[in-house]
């Protein structure tokens, strides 16, 4: 038997993951499992650093609440979705995109990649289990789960079973991202509007409600895009703009606008970019306060930067408005009956309201952390942050999209990785130490 085998058998003994210790305070069954690392959601923060980790040898497991990986991208998206940004700045470590596919893949693509991607690296997750829990207690993390028997749709739980899965583990992966959980604001009056209410996560298509009248609440890139959708379905859309936004064309002079800024930031300061970007912008939809989008003060890209506050990309939600194929309110007041009541005093009536609300973490819910783990927005304290202590960190929280997933996985893969050939090391070097001091006794 070699050293390194030695030392793999010695730490299948190891007390540090065979021996309970310390129990975590939410107390366990009987029955666990063991694994060095548990990552918690098969999206594309959980596939990536799942790939990483396996290529390097550093057992895991993969938990999944839902029945497939991408869930989100599957279950709560629109069917028009496309990637908002190039696809070279979209790819997961170790793994392009095809080549035949286009700039700016379609959600069926990338629903096709992510599939590829995960069975290139031998990825299985573990369908329909949600974590319900973890916890450190001084010595490992503990994270209980419970099987899942209803997916959760719109604002809604999943329903769980009553059974209960424990794995124990010394690094944990918190893989959930920033929008695992619909946002559906309180609105007065929203129990007794007699129309149809939903969050746009349920939303799929326009078709159905032509010269229906819709109100979608929200203009990030999703209020914008379901708006379109439902105007090219022939849709009388309207959207409300509560907040300033930055809306830029996605691309100009024949270049992705979010190619461009990086480049441009290459060589100048963000203000100067900004203003770049800005006077191209106008150049090319106008002036969008005049249409009802106020700009903020503050200039996209540092915006971006300060705040996390994404530019919206717009691909052609703005000539319809301009048209008046879809008209723009301000915030809402109430719902009434059959109407909505807005801020500036107009009532006008509705025949489907769809939130464009966004998500939030659920990282709170479940993480019995408070240090890493804002408990206010479910993101970490520190922006960017990928790391945490005893073991913890965070993929798919730097609001940085995709890009910003493989910039995690790859660093957090990194440090789990050298830390574990530490450890074997560690016990390669007792080992080779105890079989000289037996030889000095032979």
Not at 78 to 85: A, T
Not at 264 to 285: G, H, T
Not at 309 to 334: C, H, W, Y
Request: proline share 5%; with cysteine.
């Amino acid at each position: 038997m070699d050293c390194f085998s030695e030392a793999e058998g010695k730490r299948s003994h190891d007390p540090l993951y065979r021996n309970p210790g310390a129990l975590p305070a939410t107390g366990f069954p009987v029955g666990f499992t063991d694994k060095l690392v548990v990552i918690v959601g098969a999206g594309p923060a959980g596939l990536a650093t799942a790939a990483l980790l396996g290529l390097a040898g550093v057992p895991y497991v993969l938990i999944e609440r839902c029945n497939c990986i991408g869930s989100l991208w599957r279950h709560r998206t629109y069917d028009r979705l496309c990637l908002h940004l190039p696809k070279k700045f979209c790819e997961l470590p170790l793994m392009p995109f095809p080549l035949d596919f286009p700039t700016y893949p379609t959600r069926e693509q990338f629903l096709e990649y992510l599939e590829s991607y995960a069975t290139t690296f031998g990825i299985e997750p573990k369908f329909r289990e949600a974590v319900v829990s973890a916890e450190f207690n001084g010595d490992s993390w503990w994270v209980r789960t419970k099987g899942v028997t209803s997916l959760a749709s719109g604002g809604e739980q999943p329903k769980l079973a009553g059974n209960v899965n424990m794995y124990r583990c010394k690094w944990l992966v918190v893989a959930t991202g920033e929008n695992a959980e619909p946002v559906v604001p309180e609105i007065e009056g929203s129990a007794r509007f007699k129309g149809q209410l939903m969050h746009s996560s349920d939303y799929r298509s326009g078709e159905g409600y032509a010269d229906k009248r819709v109100l979608v609440v929200g203009c990030g890139n999703s209020g914008m895009e379901v708006s379109l959708d439902l105007s090219n379905h022939n849709a009388r859309a309207s959207m409300v703009v509560r907040d300033k936004v930055h809306v830029l064309p996605r691309e100009m002079l024949g270049r992705s606008t979010f190619g461009m800024s990086l480049w441009l930031l290459k060589w100048f300061p963000v203000q100067i970019v900004d203003r770049i970007l800005l006077m191209m912008s106008r150049a090319i939809i106008g002036d969008t306060s005049r249409l009802g989008i106020a700009r903020p003060r503050i200039g996209p890209m540092e915006l971006k930067a300060v705040s996390g506050k994404t530019p919206v990309l717009d691909v052609g939600t703005i000539a319809k408005i301009k048209s008046g194929n879809i008209e723009v309110f301000p915030a809402m007041q109430r719902f009434h009956d059959h109407d909505v009541e807005f801020i500036d005093g107009r009532i006008e009536n509705f025949d489907v309201v769809i939130l464009a609300t966004g998500y939030r973490s659920n990282v709170p819910y479940w993480l019995k952390d408070k240090d890493f783990f804002s408990e206010k927005d479910g993101f970490p304290k520190k922006s960017k942050e990928w790391k945490g202590q005893n073991g913890l960190y965070a993929v798919g929280f730097s609001k940085r999209g995709l890009l910003g997933v493989s910039m995690d996985a790859m660093n957090i893969s990194e440090d789990i990785v050298q830390q574990w050939r530490d450890m074997r090391m560690e016990d390669v070097r007792e080992i080779m130490s105890n079989r000289r001091a037996t030889c000095l006794f032979d």
